[in-house]
């Protein structure tokens, strides 16, 4: 405030202090500091004061944290069984099972499961279902849904097979499209198609069907096949352009079935230890 209006304003208290008889012992200059003073003081001070927070939105909040974070760990736990080489048995949370063959990798979610029956695979397994909602497989190269039955899917980087033991298995690939399969039919995704054939009955007591049937089929992936059925190592020391016709039954034991495939290309196999195996010329 300047001191000009400072002035006019105090010679106005002093006008009305004359004529009024108020009991007031300041003078006027002491009058208006005192009035200034607290006017400065006011300005100064100002309390703001915080409310508290209402027990019962604390309470809500609480609630929506639970809400949305429990969801949240029950489908982010996962749990990855990998397989040796003798293979390896799963019992899902719902009682479903699964055998793995030789290297074969499975994962699920078991606190998500009984509100979403899925999992992954990569590699062999023979799976027995338990009725319920859908139960689905994802591999690289398809999905296989079904709701309650037996088959077996071999996911490989190149091929996707899957083999229908019992029941009704929908099998899909982006590409290929979808198929539904039938007791002992079999369905092979390859190059991008979708190929069904009928199969030989398939012993449910086992990863693999009690027949086995090749075409023209390369030497190398022959011996691969073998050595997920009888779950051992096969090294090749031989050239891979050869190609295999035939077909054998499970009952017969590994050395056997090796000298079947060995013979007609004069091969001859070594067992280096127990569970492996070398194969080379004669």
């Known amino acids: 405030m300047n001191s000009e209006n400072k002035h006019n304003i105090m010679e106005k208290v002093d006008t009305l202090l004359g004529k009024a008889d108020i009991g007031f012992t300041k003078t006027p200059v002491d009058a208006w500091a005192f009035v200034e003073a607290r006017i400065n003081d006011e300005t100064a001070t100002k309390v703001v004061q915080l409310k508290r927070f209402n027990n019962h939105l604390l309470r809500i909040a609480a609630v929506?944290?639970?809400?949305?974070?429990i969801p949240s760990v029950m489908k982010t736990y996962r749990v990855t069984v990998v397989s040796n080489n003798n293979g390896y048995a799963v019992t899902l949370p719902d009682g479903s099972e699964a055998r793995l063959s030789a290297d074969a990798e499975l994962q699920y979610y078991p606190l998500w499961w009984n509100i979403s029956r899925r999992l992954t695979l990569r590699g062999k397994a023979y799976f027995s279902v338990v009725k319920g909602?859908?139960?689905?497989?994802?591999s690289h190269n398809g999905v296989t849904k079904v709701l309650g039955t037996s088959f077996t899917i071999n996911s490989k980087p190149d091929v996707y097979s899957v083999l229908c033991i019992t029941g009704k298995v929908s099998v899909y690939n982006s590409t290929a499209g979808n198929v539904i399969l039938l007791p002992n039919q079999q369905a092979v995704i390859e190059h991008g198609k979708i190929k069904v054939t009928n199969a030989e009955p398939a012993c449910s007591d086992n990863l693999h069907p009690a027949l086995f049937t090749f075409t023209s089929e390369p030497i190398g992936k022959v011996f691969e096949n073998l050595a997920e059925v009888y779950n051992v190592k096969i090294d090749l020391q031989i050239a891979d352009t050869m190609r295999y016709s035939g077909s054998f039954t499970r009952q017969r034991d590994v050395a056997e079935?090796?000298?079947l495939v060995c013979k007609p290309f004069n091969l001859t196999f070594v067992q280096k230890s127990k569970g492996e195996f070398i194969i080379g010329y004669k």
């Open 133 to 138: 909602n859908r139960f689905e497989v994802k």
């Open 257 to 259: 079935t090796l000298n």
């Open 64 to 69: 929506m944290v639970i809400m949305f974070g």
